[in-house]
């Protein structure tokens, strides 16, 4: 079992920057591929970032190369997404969410990931 916990949302003006964190339980937190995904109002969830257990390979989504950043450190069970340059299109519910995999594949599909974040709230004015 693993928990999930975001922070770091808020409101911010376009082009400005915000920090997601995401705090994971368990002891095997470096077992996962972690991911973020984002629903924005009458949208379906998509995929925005998504790391490996070890870091060694990233997938972003189009909308957000060169300006989001995945990372994690698995010492503190923790992944961040370094969000800047937003847009008011970035404007969403984030998700954070693990999939159990030690390999160095990492999955966009939302079905992929076993456990999710209850999200947090990220609104970029205009």
């Known amino acids: 079992q693993v928990q999930l916990v975001e922070s770091g949302g808020g409101l911010v003006q376009a082009g400005g920057s915000l920090r997601l964190s995401c705090a994971a339980s368990g002891r095997t937190f470096s077992s996962y591929v972690m991911g973020w995904f984002r629903q924005a109002p009458g949208k379906e969830r998509e995929f925005v970032a998504a790391?490996?257990?070890?870091?060694?390979?990233?997938d972003y989504a189009d909308s957000v190369k060169g300006r989001f950043t995945i990372s994690r450190d698995n010492a503190k069970n923790t992944v961040a997404l370094q969000m800047n340059s937003l847009k008011p299109e970035d404007t969403a519910v984030y998700y954070c969410?693990?999939?159990?995999?030690?390999?160095?594949?990492?999955?966009?599909?939302?079905?992929?990931?076993?456990?999710w974040g209850q999200g947090t709230q990220v609104t970029v004015s205009s």
């Open positions: 969410a693990a999939d159990y995999d030690q390999s160095w594949v990492v999955t966009t599909l939302m079905g992929d990931y076993d456990y």
């Open positions: 790391i490996s257990w070890s870091g060694g390979n990233i």
